[in-house]
């Protein structure tokens, strides 16, 4: 059995590795493609992992935020393109797509006029972007949420065959 570590500023692949209670052995035999040693380093940050191992971690600690840090942090293209995206529980997340699509609510008629002639004037680049703004925060509840459903998934605190088959 290995020795806990005690570095401070762990990386998000060391935290989701501890927090399942795996040594780098046993999370290298969970993983099948990242032996030990590779692991050390991604966790210690001495390489950086490879998309295919990020999947796997990301299955086999079923923690697919993982995927989002990955991409929003490390990714050249996703860095410019890829928010992050925290997972927070359910009904934070609801309450936080309500109050969005309350605020849009209020702003789709504005939205209307600045679309209506196909272009943006100089008098509307304002409201524009505060609409855009709150769309982007819309945009980015939703991956909570998709990231919540698929980690509950992933747990098996939701039965993975009824949302299978309920969703087709």
Known sequence: M????????????????????????KASEVL?????????????????PYPEEILAMAEGYQMPDLCNYYCSHMCPIGQVYVPEVKIKDLSRTVLEMIASLNR???????????????EITNDEIADFIAIQAELDKISVTIDAMKLWTEK????????????QKLKK
């Open 2 to 25: 290995g020795r806990a570590s005690t570095k401070p500023n762990k990386n998000p692949f060391q935290l989701a590795r501890e927090e399942r209670g795996l040594t780098r052995e």
């Open 32 to 48: 099948r493609v990242i032996s030990p040693d590779r692991l050390e380093k991604i966790e210690n940050e001495k390489t950086n």
């Open 104 to 118: 849009m609510n209020q702003q789709k008629d504005r939205l209307i006029e600045i679309a209506a002639d196909g």
């Open 152 to 163: 509950m998934l992933a747990s098996g605190a939701i039965d993975m065959e009824t949302y």
